[in-house]
């Protein structure tokens, strides 16, 4: 079974991070999350799939190409205009065979595609959504379910107290062929809002069924630091580089640390990392590769990416900071959340 990953949306809600970026590649533990999710794919014996790519898609091809190195089979499908979440599936349908599983790719989690399916073979269904329960579901698209599973309504955001259940859409899907002939080409058609609506409406079965595992929406700046404190926590388990340096401590390779610096638990430092005298880092405190903390600085609550620097007596708490970024010597930094354009880049 092949799967679709959507991969195409602007992340407008996770800007500057995503502003040059498609909000996949946004690094969870030091590795875009779209390799994690990747190889979370392979583990569970998916090999081949499609990545519908449009803002920045040469971010993902140059990193991925072909997938052999992840020792994947990956194919692109390229939207001249965003098509949504529905449109993008149309788009690859000369790539995707008679049941296939599409995920939106900025979804962290590590629910078990084989449990879907099987569900999905038991009840017929033309299409299986993943379901997860939340405790406020006022801000989401909430499913009414019959007692056999099947969906019969959505209701978005329904006001407190209001929600015919607690479950959401957790944009993981089963879909057969079929589908495909339900969403018009050549148009923004939304997956949502549209397709499944009306595939209930013709009376088709969509079913729904638990995810069960780690889940969150990255989508917003404040989920993004939520997924790296749940990581750091041992509530998301991914892989990661590095070693344990202690409880709670990991570094990587080649990761200097002065004599009097601190790494306050939990915290993960990357690779080729200097981190100079009386600097604090952590708790919760995530460095990419590359990163160069300078003598006296402290970084806590806070998410750097590759390639930046806390210049001497720098401090950031709570922050989030793209990579590349150089913070100077004594600044104060609050729940900021920068970033800056590449070298490289034209402006
Ligand atoms: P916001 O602008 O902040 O809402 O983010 P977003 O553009 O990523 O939208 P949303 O979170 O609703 O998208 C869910 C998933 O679908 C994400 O993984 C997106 O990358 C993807 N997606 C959304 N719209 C499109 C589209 O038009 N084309 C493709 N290929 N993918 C899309």
Redesign the pocket.
């Known amino acids: 079974m092949k799967a679709l ?10 800007r500057p991070l ?1 502003e040059r970026l ?3 590649m946004a690094p969870v533990g030091n590795r875009p999350w779209l390799e994690h999710l990747i190889a979370g794919l392979k583990e569970q014996g998916i090999r081949e799939i499609v990545i ?4 920045y898609p040469e971010r993902i091809i140059d990193y991925f190409g072909d997938g052999r190195k992840l020792g994947v089979d990956i194919r692109y ?1 390229h ?1 001249p205009v ?4 529905a ?2 599936v149309k ?1 690859a349908e000369a790539l995707l065979g008679s049941r296939f599983v599409v995920i ?4 962290v989690h590590r629910a078990d595609i084989r449990a879907l399916v099987e569900t999905h073979e038991r009840s017929g269904a033309m299409v299986t959504i993943g379901l997860v329960e939340v405790a406020d579901p006022s801000q989401f698209g909430v499913v009414e379910q019959s007692a056999d599973g099947r969906i019969v309504r959505f209701v978005e955001k329904p006001p407190r107290g209001e929600a015919p259940s607690n479950r959401i859409n957790a ?1 993981i899907y089963i879909m057969e062929r079929d589908v495909l002939q339900a969403i018009p080409a050549g148009r ?1 058609v939304s997956i949502e809002r549209e397709t499944f609506p009306s595939l209930i409406a013709a009376g088709h079965r969509v079913q729904g069924a638990d995810v069960s595992g780690y889940w969150m ?1 990255m ?2 700046s404040d989920r993004y630091r939520r997924i790296h404190w749940d990581l750091l926590d041992g509530k998301l388990e991914l892989e990661l580089p590095g070693r344990e340096l202690g409880r709670g401590i990991r570094i990587g390779e080649d990761t200097e640390i002065a004599q009097g610096a601190m790494l306050v638990p939990p915290v993960l430092v990357g690779s080729r990392v200097t981190i100079g005298e009386r600097a604090v880092v952590g708790p919760y405190a995530v460095i990419g590769d590359d990163c160069v903390i300078g003598r006296g600085a402290r970084v806590t609550h806070s998410i750097l990416w590759d390639r930046c620097t806390a210049a001497e007596a720098a401090q950031l708490n709570r922050c989030i900071v793209g990579s590349g970024l150089k913070i100077d010597p004594r600044h104060l930094l609050h729940e900021a959340v920068v970033n800056v354009i590449p070298e490289a880049e034209t402006i």
């Open positions: 990953l959507l991969a195409g949306g602007f992340g407008t809600r996770m995503t498609p909000k996949p519908a790519v449009k803002h499908t939207e965003p098509l949504g979440t449109g993008a788009n939106n790719a900025d979804i944009g923004e929406d989508g917003t």
